[in-house]
């Protein structure tokens, strides 16, 4: 059974960091992009970024609001996806949910979600 | 950044009718739209991906269609379990981009 579950959330301060994890299970990791996505309170979905795998190089994506603030990496060995978010504002205060990619046929897909972890950034 | 054009924003529906939610683009983005499903305090669920492919286990009451720039969602036969929002999401250009959302109320 495909399982992705995040962690890493909380309560953070404006201008502060933060590092999120998603553990991965029942899947073969290193075979799929893996993506974030956020969602802020009673709003809709935001595509955050994505990571590809070791053959495209572990080359990476970011949405035009958090380019040059977050980072995503992925440990393959460990089955993770990370999301390190720096210069946090509070319009980053969000559920962040850790997605599984599926790539058919020349076609992108989130299909596993995790159920998501929540940041608030607030003083 | 291409723009996700999702309408309508809500609608209301009765047990048993059909309903069409549409997602324009842009520009064009030849197939590459899926459509999510997400309930209340749930995460997203995929329903269609390549516009129009039904994902493994979606019952297919579910169907979508189209290409380019214009793309449909179409949900037959509805039940009170399909209360939820309905969204697509492009990835042909980066950053993917998700339409704003479609609310979706079964009297």
């Known amino acids: 059974e495909v399982q992705l579950v995040e962690s890493g959330g909380g309560l953070v301060q404006p201008g502060g960091s933060l590092r999120l994890s998603c553990a991965a299970s029942?899947?073969?990791?290193?075979?799929?992009?893996m993506d974030w996505v956020r969602q802020a309170p009673g709003k809709g979905l935001e595509w955050v970024g994505r990571?590809?795998?070791?053959?495209?190089?572990?080359?990476?994506e970011y949405a035009t609001s958090v380019k040059g603030r977050f980072t995503i990496s992925r440990d393959d060995l460990k089955k993770s996806l990370f999301l390190q978010m720096n210069s946090l504002r509070t319009e980053d205060t969000a559920v962040y949910y850790c997605?599984?990619?599926?790539?058919?046929?020349?076609?992108?897909?989130?299909?596993?979600w995790g159920l998501g972890t929540v940041i608030t950034v607030s003083s | 950044a291409i723009q996700m054009t999702q309408s309508p924003s809500s609608l209301s529906a009765s047990v048993g009718d059909s309903v069409t939610i549409t997602c324009r683009a842009s520009?064009?983005?030849?197939?590459?739209l899926g459509w999510y499903q997400q309930k209340p305090g749930e995460a997203p669920k995929l329903l269609i991906y390549?516009?129009?492919t039904l994902q493994s286990g979606v019952p297919s009451k579910f169907s979508g269609s189209g290409s380019g720039t214009d793309f449909t969602l179409t949900i037959s036969s509805l039940q009170p379990e399909d209360s939820a929002t309905y969204y697509c999401?492009?990835?042909?250009?980066?950053?993917?981009?998700f339409g704003q959302g479609t609310k979706l109320e079964i009297k």
């Open positions: 990571i590809r795998k070791k053959s495209n190089s572990y080359t990476t």
């Open positions: 997605c599984r990619v599926v790539s058919r046929s020349e076609n992108d897909a989130l299909d596993f």
């Open positions: 999401l492009q990835d042909f250009y980066y950053p993917c981009t």
């Open positions: 390549a516009a129009s």
């Open positions: 029942g899947f073969t990791f290193n075979e799929h992009y």
């Open positions: 520009q064009d983005i030849r197939n590459d």
